[in-house]
């Protein structure tokens, strides 16, 4: 998976989700052991620094890049709030890499039953 984007899994991501995505050989960061208590700010900041796509439950990134006007990373991956089994994410995730050209660039929703994709903003995809 040379071309499998990078990931940064926010400290609410699910650990058994960030396992089976590193076990498929996807390159996660996860912000609970690299920068625990970090900042919604510090963490969409590392991920655009690295080029990674951020993996959150934090609906406070979609104010951060359409209302703050901030730099967002390549992409924003928000789930929402539903009784996901602590794996599922992973599978979802999974499913968004095999269209990575579409994902990029967006602020995507995810829920068990949709996909939604909406365009970053220029001022903030291009920082």
């Not at 050209?101 to 903003?121: H, M």
């Amino acid at each position: 998976m040379t071309d499998t984007p990078k990931l940064l899994a926010n400290e609410n991501f699910p650990a058994p989700a960030v396992r089976a995505l590193r076990e498929r050989g996807i390159d996660v960061l996860w912000v609970r052991e690299c920068m625990a208590g970090a900042d919604d700010i510090l963490v969409m900041a590392r991920a655009r620094a690295e080029g990674r796509w951020l993996l959150t439950y934090d609906r406070d990134y979609g104010e951060l890049v359409y209302s703050r006007h901030l730099p967002a990373p390549p992409a924003v991956i928000y789930f929402r709030q539903e009784a996901y089994p602590p794996p599922r994410p992973a599978a979802l995730v999974l499913e968004l890499l095999e269209r990575a050209d579409r994902i990029a660039g967006a602020f995507v929703v995810v829920s068990e039953s949709s996909v939604r994709l909406k365009r970053l903003p220029e001022s903030a995809a291009n920082g």
